[in-house]
């Protein structure tokens, strides 16, 4: 355990060797890192500030972050603040990120695959519940694999991720249309079954390459969200197990009420299949 405080008086580069582009996100880049004390491999993500606002949303991210320590959730090493800048120094992850394994046309992720991509991400998940954090932005850009061929993983991005409290009458309007659950998109109140509507989505994509609510355009995807219209037609499908379907059939439940928890999703057959546990995972 590492407490990390946001630094003020020094800036990333006098502690560490800012490297090449990992990935570009909304807000910014991360780049790979070195320490220098320590030698460490590590990744920075930069973020500019446009007014208070996005302080207040960069300073929640860093305050979640250093909340969840957990092996499937991106940890954070290291923070800086310099004028209109943040550095958020975290876990280098060096495999890629999950969208690439489900878009590389060469190969169709086997389902054994999947239950264990799957597994790890409603461990993830079960967690940050636990910690009554919802993510709110799940989605395969924003799982990491640690390697190229092996099938670990990291939940990253906590950027849009929330403190829930059952009492609260939490309601967002964000996410990306593809991934995004019906409550969202009808400015409903959220919960913690939220991150399970997308876990489905998550869990079809793997299955399939398939997205299960793509229209021709964003209006129609997210009326097929909203509508709950979706199907396993798809020759796609003709070869996945029953317990892999019932497993979203019972994810993409418009209803949140009615959706499995991560806890459930973990005690689901088809993720109890063959378990070698993995309480080893690193
Ligand atoms: P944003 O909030 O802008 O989406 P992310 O935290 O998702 O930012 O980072 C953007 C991208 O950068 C990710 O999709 C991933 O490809 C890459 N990336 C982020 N964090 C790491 C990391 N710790 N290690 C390696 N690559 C990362
Ligand atoms: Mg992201």
Redesign the pocket.
């Known amino acids: 355990t590492r407490e990390v405080s946001v630094k003020k008086d020094k800036w990333v580069t006098d502690l560490y060797t800012v490297d090449s582009v ?9 780049k ?1 890192c070195r320490e220098r004390r320590t030698g460490r491999q ?2 920075a ?1 930069f ?1 500019e500030v446009n007014g208070p606002q996005d302080r207040t949303d960069i300073l929640n ?1 860093v305050e979640i972050m250093k909340h969840l320590q957990h092996p499937r959730l ?1 940890q954070l090493y290291d923070a800086f603040e310099h004028r209109e800048r943040f550095c958020l120094v ?5 495999g ?2 999950l ?1 690439e394994r489900v878009i590389n046309d060469d190969f169709i992720l086997t389902e054994k695959a999947c239950v264990m991509f799957m597994r790890q991400i409603c461990d993830g998940v079960a967690f940050m519940h636990s910690q009554n954090i919802l993510h709110l ?1 799940m989605k395969p ?2 799982i ?1 694999c640690l390697t190229r061929e092996g099938n670990r993983i ?1 939940i ?5 991720a929330r403190k829930y409290n059952p009492k609260d009458d939490l309601r967002v309007l964000f996410g990306t249309p593809e991934f995004v659950a019906p409550e969202v998109v009808n400015f409903d109140p959220i919960y913690p079954a939220t991150d399970l509507w997308s876990v489905g989505v998550i869990c079809y994509v793997l299955l399939s390459g398939l997205s299960p609510f793509m229209g021709e355009s964003e209006a129609e995807t997210l009326s097929n969200v909203t509508m709950a219209r979706w199907d396993f037609n798809a020759e796609e499908f003709e070869s996945i197990s029953n317990e892999a379907k019932d497993f979203i059939t019972k994810l993409l439940v418009k209803d949140p009420r009615k959706r499995m928890t991560a806890s459930e999703c973990l005690e689901h057959q088809w993720l109890r299949r063959s378990v070698k546990r993995e309480s080893h995972l690193p």
Do not use: P, Q, S
């Open positions: 990992l990935g570009k996100g909304k807000f910014g880049e991360v790979r590590l990744a993500k973020i991210e991106l975290m876990e280098l992850v060096n890629g990120e969208f932005d850009e924003n990491l990291k990253i991005d906590f950027g849009l």
